[in-house]
């Protein structure tokens, strides 16, 4: 397959387009900007080099002169989508600054559904990957910890960030497929729940749904497990309370 390299290599490392001819019809940002626009409508499956190829008005064949395999269209995608987060001055609350860039990325990856299933490592240091994970550092500049835990501190966020998301959208889409309301069903397994717990057989679920019997907010639910997170990093004997954590006595 044309521009196909025998050996591992990074697509950054690559010039924009190899091989002799023209100025080159597309840049690496107009490949990225096709592809992500398949995607945001119908999904990343919807992705392909042949699409990609037709979004861009050109041959497949001629695309694999840019991008030489199916991969390296990802890693732009993930690169391009990283570069909507806002890198803002740290306010030296290194706390607050995390939070910020936490669900700065929930609401990146709901503007791009199929992120969820490319947030991975091998795609983490693409220029805007990077430029982001120097930003978390400087917002991390007050905790006095090493490097490593800091990078430890941005990875268990982004990951607790993407596993919740992806959740929230497993939810929507199912929704979406019921041939009746959400309303109807969740009615429907509450009162089986209610019966089961009501049942004796389960006490500790009783004493539970006696505590609080709903409904959850789910938007605190987020909070709370960011603010949980970050109370692990936070230097012994400084780690505030989490939003309706209680205090242990």
Not at 42 to 48: F, H, N, R, T, W
Not at 61 to 82: F, G, I
Request: with cysteine; net charge negative; charged share 20%.
């Amino acid at each position: 397959m044309a521009g196909r390299a025998a050996v591992p290599e990074v697509i950054w490392a690559r010039p924009e387009r190899t091989g002799r001819g023209p100025k080159p019809a597309f840049t690496r940002a107009d490949i990225a900007a096709a592809a992500v626009r398949l995607a945001d409508a119908g999904g990343l499956d919807a992705v392909s080099m042949r699409h990609v190829a037709a979004e861009l008005g050109c041959g497949t064949m001629s695309l694999y002169n840019y991008v030489p395999r199916k991969e390296d269209l990802y890693e732009l995608m993930v690169d391009a989508v990283s570069g909507e987060h806002e890198l803002f001055e740290p306010t030296g609350d290194w706390r607050a600054d995390m939070l910020r860039n936490a669900r700065q990325t929930k609401a990146l990856m709901h503007r791009h559904a199929w992120m969820v299933r490319l947030m991975s490592g091998v795609y983490g240091f693409s220029p805007n990957a990077l430029r982001y994970l120097e930003h978390c550092l400087a917002c991390l500049d007050p905790l006095d910890v090493p490097y490593g835990t800091k990078i430890e501190l941005v990875a268990m966020l982004n990951g607790c960030v993407t596993t919740y998301v992806s959740n929230e959208l497993s939810t929507a889409e199912r929704v979406r497929s019921l041939p009746w309301s959400q309303e109807q069903e969740n009615a429907v397994r509450i009162a089986y729940l209610g019966g089961q717990v009501a049942s004796g057989a389960y006490p500790r679920l009783a004493a539970a749904f006696a505590e609080d019997s709903g409904p959850v907010d789910l938007d605190a639910v987020f909070e709370r497990m960011l603010g949980r997170v970050l109370d692990g990093f936070s230097p012994r004997g400084t780690q505030p309370r989490a939003p309706g954590v209680a205090t242990a006595t």
